[in-house]
């Protein structure tokens, strides 16, 4: 073999080890990404993922959100029975954030309005609930909760009021998850219940009555 040819063997040598070095770095996984595919909603719970804005002069408030949340502006909470439908805007969860878990794709956040009150607290919002106040960061709220059940579901809802106004507004959680136990084992995995709160504080933070 002559020098030209030992010379360009070497080379082919050198591209298939050079080759097979970026084939293999590329098929190590992606640690991040695998945290967000195990847990969808972790990566949301800071104001930086809060990416987008509902802002109406017409509902009298703005407040920020995550991308991928459904906004619905002709929303109304009716559990409390025929004529006691309270208006407002509902935010709807990602479906991704549901997906493999026991948690319901209905999930919302929504700001709602009780026109001419007399007393503004969370009460008005719940059916059958106790209010307390509470005081987070610079912000004083009325705050009540509920659960409700059927057929293996459960529905929790907490509502945070803004005291002090005749005209009341309120944000409320509403989550609906199936009881993990009637799933057959190994078919999905419990939601996040903790990073799912997170979440939800972290937009009610953002909210601003423009009213």
């Given amino acids: 073999m002559n020098k030209y040819a030992q010379g360009g063997f070497i080379i082919a040598l050198f591209g298939v080890a050079l080759g097979g070095f970026f084939l293999l770095r590329n098929s190590v996984p992606d640690s991040s990404l695998e945290e967000q595919v195990e847990n969808p909603i972790s990566h949301i719970n ?5 990416s987008q804005e509902y802002a109406s002069s017409t509902q009298g408030f703005s407040l920020h959100y995550p991308m991928g949340y459904v906004v619905d502006d002709t929303y109304h909470y009716q559990n409390l029975g025929p004529g006691k439908d309270i208006s407002g805007v ?7 954030m549901a ?7 209905d999930t919302y956040l ?10 503004c607290t969370a009460e008005i919002f719940l059916d059958q609930a106790r209010a307390q106040t509470i005081t987070d960061g610079d ?15 459960r529905y929790e809802e907490t509502v945070y009021a803004l005291p002090g106004r005749n005209h009341c507004i309120a944000v409320r959680y509403f989550i609906h998850y199936g009881v993990i136990e009637n799933y057959p084992a190994g078919l999905v995995r ?17 909210l601003k009555v423009l009213q």
């Fill in 190 to 206: 419990e939601f996040d219940k903790e990073a799912l709160l997170k979440e939800f504080d972290t937009i009610r933070r953002t």
């Fill in 46 to 50: 800071d104001n930086s993922a809060l």
């Fill in 99 to 105: 997906t493999g878990t026991n948690l319901s794709d």
């Fill in 90 to 96: 509902k935010f709807t969860i990602p479906e991704r």
């Fill in 139 to 153: 912000m004083t709220y009325s705050v009540a909760s509920s659960t409700g059940a059927a057929a293996g579901n």
């Fill in 110 to 119: 929504s700001v709602e309005q009780i026109p001419q009150t007399q007393q």
